[in-house]
């Protein structure tokens, strides 16, 4: 039987709890909709760490940070460590890459055949964190509460052109795959940045939200001292202390927020059409990196465990699975396995080391109930930081602060920490007993800062004197593209031509 091709949407920070069941019906999202109806949907699906590059690194490589070594934005991914493209490019798959994947390293590929981009975000160490600096804030890189007072509307940004361009070169990439001049299956991932902030949205997408329902938070910021200590490490962080957040501006976000969901699902439909359009086949994933809070409790961006940051959507359609709504907890850390699974690759070499698991039998009716494990050792933290999803229940555990424990059930918004609460002393004492036989969070700790450390010395040495950047340059063989003098022109012509003339 042949192998189906794969087509990946990834997008960059959007709160799974806006889809808990595809799309929440008030967004105008018409292609994701339409993805969603003969989707596998995940209700429960979370990021194995709520920053960039280390939930990017384990949606390839089924490995959490703490595994992987990525534990920030500016942690090398590398190239020993097998990928989905690896694994699928290794059992004969052509395999592109369109947009964002926070590689950082010298190595930017990490199994694609092609890349068509390079990447938004520097490739470098420049964004190590320092936990021997506790509560230093870098400025130059830090995200701060401008991108919530400056947002608006605008017809072009950073962001808007690199999706663009994103879109634009996986729609083209689509058309030539339909020419059949390679008959290898395919793995095209497109890779979006947005709706990650700054919240700043197309006059078109802007307008739809006018009357918009959502614009304001279901729970409002708190005083600094009601939040926990994880909290307030990110508001300083963002150094929240140096802007004034007013009732306005957090409507203004939102929207932004909500109107570049619009905007990514006409970039996701066009790449969509092209696919239709020249009637090739693929099975379909959608998922984000991680969330955003969206002004929730009063915090923004990503950073923490509560759901906003750390649940992403996930939705599968293939013929394996069948079209429905998943409640089980899940990881991004699964889709590598599922991939795998999907398209009939074996994992066998390196299995014992992957902690992601296939998909597939929860798209057969099948059951889940192993725990979803989360990391995060990055900026906003000052040591590394666990949790565990197990059935309703999600424990986050740290070495610097009181253990939290949540019922998701009867508590959604995670407003009332369980922890010392003696009537479930029995389900904290198996939630930490499971924590602790997974990590020793003295050995990560230990981990993370020979690593930060490491990096400081790289960075200031290869910065003095000349340098060599490590960003991906997108090569264009100008040589080989239209027509050239040692092609034949009706040669050319017909093989470059979907259908082919008669």
Same mark, same amino acid.
């Given at each position: 039987?042949?192998?189906?091709?794969?087509?990946?949407?990834?997008?960059?920070?959007?709160?799974g709890?806006?889809?808990?069941?595809?799309?929440?019906?008030?967004?105008?999202?018409?292609?994701?909709?339409?993805?969603?109806?003969?989707s596998?949907?995940?209700? /429960? %699906?979370?990021?194995?760490?709520?920053?960039? =590059?280390? !939930?990017r690194?384990?949606?390839m490589s089924? &490995?959490?940070? #703490?595994?992987?070594?990525?534990?920030?934005?500016?942690?090398?991914?590398?190239?020993?460590?097998?990928?989905?493209?690896?694994?699928?490019?290794?059992?004969?798959?052509?395999?592109?890459?369109?947009?964002?994947?926070?590689?950082?390293?010298?190595?930017?590929?990490?199994?694609?055949?092609?890349?068509?981009?390079?990447?938004?975000?520097?490739?470098d160490?420049?964004?190590?964190?320092?936990?021997?600096?506790?509560?230093?804030?870098?400025?130059?890189?830090?995200?701060?509460?401008?991108?919530?007072?400056?947002?608006?509307v605008?017809?072009?940004?950073?962001?808007?052109?690199?999706?663009?361009?994103?879109?634009? /070169? %996986?729609?083209?990439?689509?058309?030539?795959? =339909?020419? !059949?001049?390679d008959?290898?299956?395919w793995? &095209?991932?497109? #890779?979006f940045t947005?709706?990650?902030?700054?919240?700043?949205?197309r006059?078109?997408?802007w307008?739809?939200?006018?009357?918009?329902?959502?614009?304001?938070?279901?729970?409002?910021?708190?005083?600094?001292?009601?939040?926990?200590?994880?909290?307030?490490?990110?508001?300083?962080?963002?150094?929240?202390?140096?802007?004034d957040?007013?009732?306005?501006?957090?409507?203004?976000?939102?929207?932004?927020?909500?109107?570049?969901?619009?905007?990514?699902?006409?970039k996701?439909?066009?790449?969509?059409?092209?696919?239709?359009?020249?009637?090739?086949?693929?099975?379909?994933?959608?998922?984000?990196?991680?969330?955003?809070?969206?002004?929730?409790?009063?915090?923004?961006?990503?950073?923490?465990?509560?759901?906003?940051?750390?649940?992403?959507?996930?939705?599968i359609a293939?013929?394996?699975?069948?079209?429905?709504?998943?409640?089980?907890?899940?990881?991004?850390?699964?889709?590598?396995?599922?991939?795998?699974?999907?398209?009939?690759?074996?994992?066998?070499?390196i299995?014992?080391?992957?902690?992601?698991?296939?998909?597939?039998?929860?798209?057969?009716?099948?059951?889940?109930?192993?725990?979803?494990a989360?990391?995060?050792?990055?900026?906003?933290?000052?040591?590394?930081?666990?949790s565990?999803?197990?059935?309703?229940?999600?424990?986050?555990?740290?070495?610097?602060?009181?253990?939290?424990?949540?019922?998701?059930?009867?508590?959604?918004?995670?407003?009332?920490?369980?922890a010392?609460v003696?009537?479930?002393?029995?389900?904290?004492?198996?939630?930490?007993?499971?924590?602790?036989?997974?990590?020793d969070?003295?050995m990560?700790d230990?981990q993370?800062?020979?690593?930060?450390?490491?990096?400081?010395?790289?960075?200031?040495?290869?910065?003095?004197?000349e340098?060599?950047?490590?960003?991906?340059?997108?090569?264009?063989?100008?040589s080989?593209?239209?027509?050239?003098?040692h092609?034949?022109?009706?040669?050319?012509?017909?093989?470059?031509?979907?259908?082919?003339?008669?």
């Open positions: 039987m042949s192998k189906l091709n794969i087509l990946i949407f990834m997008v960059d920070q959007l709160n709890t806006l889809f808990p069941d595809g799309p929440a019906e008030w967004l105008h999202a018409p292609n994701l909709k339409k993805l969603a109806s003969k596998t949907r995940f209700k /429960n %699906a979370y990021t194995a760490s709520p920053l960039c =590059a280390p !939930g690194a384990a949606f089924g &490995l959490l940070p #703490s595994r992987s070594r990525v534990y920030d934005n500016a942690a090398e991914f590398e190239s020993d460590i097998p990928t989905y493209a690896h694994h699928l490019r290794r059992a004969g798959y052509q395999t592109c890459l369109s947009g964002k994947m926070h590689f950082v390293g010298p190595d930017q590929m990490h199994g694609f055949e092609e890349r068509l981009t390079t990447d938004i975000y520097p490739a160490f420049g964004w190590t964190p320092d936990y021997r600096k506790p509560g230093e804030r870098i400025e130059w890189w830090y995200h701060n509460m401008g991108s919530v007072t400056g947002a608006g605008a017809e072009i940004s950073n962001q808007m052109e690199y999706d663009d361009e994103v879109a634009y /070169n %996986a729609t083209r990439k689509v058309y030539d795959l =339909a020419r !059949g001049n008959d290898r299956p793995c &095209l991932t497109v #890779s947005h709706p990650h902030d700054p919240y700043v949205a006059k078109k997408y307008d739809l939200y006018e009357d918009c329902e959502h614009l304001l938070p279901e729970v409002p910021a708190m005083n600094y001292d009601d939040h926990d200590a994880h909290s307030q490490r990110i508001f300083d962080a963002n150094d929240w202390r140096n802007f957040i007013k009732e306005d501006q957090i409507k203004r976000a939102r929207r932004a927020y909500f109107a570049n969901i619009s905007y990514l699902d006409d996701i439909g066009e790449v969509m059409e092209a696919l239709e359009t020249t009637r090739q086949e693929a099975i379909i994933l959608f998922v984000s990196d991680h969330g955003d809070m969206l002004g929730e409790r009063g915090l923004w961006f990503k950073m923490s465990f509560f759901e906003g940051s750390s649940r992403v959507p996930l939705m293939s013929p394996e699975m069948e079209a429905g709504l998943i409640e089980a907890p899940v990881s991004n850390l699964d889709v590598t396995p599922t991939l795998c699974d999907l398209a009939g690759v074996s994992m066998e070499a299995a014992p080391w992957v902690q992601g698991e296939t998909l597939v039998p929860l798209g057969q009716g099948g059951e889940r109930t192993a725990p979803v989360m990391e995060y050792a990055a900026e906003a933290s000052y040591a590394p930081m666990v565990l999803r197990y059935g309703p229940w999600k424990y986050n555990r740290c070495a610097l602060d009181p253990d939290q424990l949540f019922n998701l059930e009867t508590d959604p918004h995670e407003l009332t920490n369980l010392d003696l009537e479930h002393k029995g389900t904290l004492d198996q939630l930490r007993a499971k924590s602790e036989a997974r990590w969070l003295d990560f230990a993370v800062r020979e690593s930060q450390a490491r990096r400081w010395v790289v960075y200031e040495a290869l910065r003095n004197g340098y060599f950047p490590w960003d991906y340059q997108p090569l264009q063989k100008a080989e593209r239209y027509m050239r003098n092609m034949n022109l009706d040669g050319l012509e017909d093989s470059q031509r979907f259908p082919r003339g008669e």
